[in-house]
């Protein structure tokens, strides 16, 4: 590990604190407070660095409410649960139900 954090688990993170870390890495602040899974390369380093696909886990962390996760073409945004944009969808919905 290049911080010198050796885990009980082989050496490895905690699969939470390496996707925290790679949302706050990854992201370019200036275009998105997130990273998409595949074009900022979080797929690709989750995989070289557990050994797995890092679909199951990513979804596990949203739904115990640590990340946010929003569909995009290509793949997904992750979200830390904070820097999350906030949706309205069922409000606009709403709208156009309603005519209001």
């Known amino acids: 590990m290049a ?3 050796r885990k009980a688990n082989g050496g490895l993170l905690p699969v ?3 996707v925290r870390r790679a ?3 990854l992201r370019n602040p200036a275009k998105s407070k997130g990273i998409h899974s595949v074009y900022s ?3 690709a ?3 070289a660095y557990y050994g797995k696909d890092p679909v199951a886990a ?3 962390l949203a739904k115990e409410g640590k990340i946010v996760i929003i569909p995009r073409k290509g793949g997904v945004m992750l979200y830390l649960p904070e820097d999350a944009p906030k949706s309205d969808n069922a409000k606009k919905a709403l709208s156009k139900i309603l005519g209001a």
Do not use: D
Request: glycine content about 12%; proline content about 0%; cysteine-free.
């Open 23 to 25: 949302i706050l890495n």
């Open 16 to 18: 939470e604190e390496f």
């Open 41 to 43: 390369g979080f797929n």
């Open 3 to 5: 911080n010198g954090k």
């Open 45 to 47: 380093a989750f995989k």
């Open 58 to 60: 990513t979804n596990k």
